[in-house]
């Protein structure tokens, strides 16, 4: 009997696997490639929940000093695009850009991710 090592014996799963797709075929979709990667991973959609007693001011960008554009009360569940670093609020410089259609950012601070943290933004946000 030959033993492999992990990485090894991974290898050759893939590999096997791979023939037998190509034996079975799998149509056009197959031949197309793999599936582009919904943003955020795949592992969206990320949410988090309000966890700032008084409720939350959501900005137009990642600070204090952007204008705010609404707010959001104690316990309120919200969808996230992707996080940045801004300005830092009492020891936490995280911000989320809201996933809701409407261009807001909220303070990592103030909000419970639920689930896993969204990923980070494109550099245009940056």
């Known amino acids: 009997m030959t033993h492999l090592s992990p990485f090894r014996r991974g290898a050759a ?8 797709c190509g034996v079975l075929g799998t149509g ?5 490639g793999p599936a582009p990667v919904a943003a955020g991973g ?3 959609p990320f ?18 000093a952007y204008r705010a554009v609404g707010s959001l009360p104690h316990g309120t569940v919200v969808t996230f695009a992707c996080k940045v ?3 830092d609020v009492h020891g936490n410089p995280r911000w989320y850009e809201l996933g809701e ?11 419970e991710t639920i689930g896993a943290a969204p990923d980070w933004c494109p550099a245009r946000h940056r």
């Open 47 to 64: 949410k988090g929940r309000v966890i700032a007693r008084s409720g939350l001011v959501l900005r137009s960008g990642p600070g204090t």
């Open 13 to 20: 799963v893939l590999a096997g696997a791979g023939l037998l």
């Open 85 to 87: 670093d801004g300005q």
């Open 42 to 44: 795949g592992h969206g």
């Open 28 to 32: 056009a979709a197959a031949a197309a």
């Open 101 to 111: 259609g409407r261009p807001a950012w909220a303070a990592a601070r103030y909000v």
